[in-house]
């Protein structure tokens, strides 16, 4: 069994309806934290599959050794964290407990069980305010709020973790700004309160919940002055996942993969398109920055191409039409089901 943690959140999801239409055995680990049930229950309703899941805190050491000792676990997806920006700024120590100890739980008992295939996510943020741009994985890494330092000391952990042990097969993705929904418009996005990122935004704005976008900054030296980023589709990402364990099943060692599309789109290019493609209106207000942003970043992604066989599919407008049906279909989000 695959067992994959945070899997009811966003990309978790997305990665658990790719791996069950593949064919492989999955188990399910989220607190809820994030998320709702109801994502379980559509999971399952896409893919006409059954999948054990089990609500446990990676905090809870006792119940996450129960959840090894009862199941054969072959190999992890670490999915579970929390990933607000803004918010980590306000409980740093909520941030570090939860994503650092929740991780460092699940290696242990890892270790312990045998268990030694591990993919987890990771995040552009560990580029920092990177300089250069299309960025590659070599690249200096550095974090710029509490969020990004997880991120960078996990990735740290999980290099020593290997450097103790070379039987471990560990991948680093590194997400670059993963939107869209599945085709179905039945999974997607249902972020918890007042969303930070531009797509969820956009999506409220479309829906009503919110009168207007704001625009953090047309000042850059970008081609339209607004910022630039590596938006990629989650079924592209999570198709990223099955490859990445195709590589930890085939080689020991630890990889660090970008995983984006490799092309830079500003936000009036997002805005355009989602307007175009879904024939509605978005309106906005221009403001200053937002404090912390690069003005641009983007992947080379030829490394996860060359060593994955993994490439990104999907464009822009599938993005943005598939975020738009979700929505559509839930305006509400998931209400609760359980
Ligand atoms: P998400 O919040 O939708 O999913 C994370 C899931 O983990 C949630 O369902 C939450 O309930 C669960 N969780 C959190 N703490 C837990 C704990 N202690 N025990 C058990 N479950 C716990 O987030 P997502 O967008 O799907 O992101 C998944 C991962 O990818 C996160 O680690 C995130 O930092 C990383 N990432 C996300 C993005 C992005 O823009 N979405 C970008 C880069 C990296
Ligand atoms: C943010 C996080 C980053 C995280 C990433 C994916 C910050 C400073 N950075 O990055 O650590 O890895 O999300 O979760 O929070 N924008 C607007 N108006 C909005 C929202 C965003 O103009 O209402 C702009 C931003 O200034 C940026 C672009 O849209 O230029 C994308 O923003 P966002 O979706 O938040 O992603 P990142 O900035 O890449």
């Known amino acids: 069994m695959i067992l994959i943690t945070g899997g009811a959140g966003f990309i978790g999801s997305h990665t658990a309806v790719a791996l069950l239409n593949a064919g ?11 998320s709702k049930y109801e994502s379980i229950r559509r999971i399952k309703q896409l893919t006409e599959k059954e999948c054990p899941f089990f609500e446990i805190d990676l905090l809870d050491y006792l119940a996450l050794d129960r959840i090894f000792c009862e199941n054969k676990i072959d190999s ?29 739980n699940l290696c242990r008992i890892m270790r312990e069980h045998n268990v030694k295939k591990l993919v987890f996510s990771s995040s552009a943020t560990v580029y920092g305010l990177a300089k250069v741009v299309p960025v590659t994985e070599d690249m200096p890494i550095s974090a710029t709020n509490p969020y990004g ?13 290997f450097v103790s042990d070379n039987d471990w097969s560990i991948a680093l ?52 002055g607004t910022g630039v980023r590596d938006y990629i589709h989650v079924l592209d990402l999570a198709d990223g996942h099955i490859a990445a364990l195709n590589k930890c099943n085939k080689d020991k060692g630890i990889f660090t993969y970008n995983l984006g599309t490799g092309i830079g789109y500003s936000v009036f290019d997002l805005i355009n398109t989602f307007a175009r493609v879904n024939n509605v209106n978005i309106p906005y207000d221009v403001c200053p920055r937002r404090p912390g942003d690069v003005a641009s970043l983007y992947a080379d992604c030829s490394k996860a191409e060359k060593e994955m066989s993994w490439k990104a599919k999907l464009g822009l407008e599938d993005m943005c039409a598939d975020s738009y049906k979700f929505v559509k279909k839930n305006p509400k989000g998931y209400e609760d089901s359980k």
């Open 173 to 224: 993705l590194r997400y670059f700004n993963p939107i869209g929904a599945h085709k179905s418009g039945i999974l997607g996005e249902n972020p918890n309160g007042i969303p930070n990122n531009l797509m969820p935004r956009i999506c409220n704005v479309v829906n009503g919940k919110m009168d207007k976008l704001t625009i953090w900054g047309t000042d850059y030296a970008t081609h339209d």
């Open 76 to 104: 992890v997806i670490h999915f579970a964290g929390f990933k607000a920006v803004g918010e980590s700024v306000s409980k740093p120590l909520e941030y570090y407990h939860n994503n650092i100890t929740g991780t460092l």
């Open 149 to 161: 330092s997880t991120k960078l000391m996990i990735e740290n952990i999980l290099n020593d973790l």
């Open 24 to 34: 492989y055995e999955i188990g399910i680990l989220d607190n809820l934290s994030n």
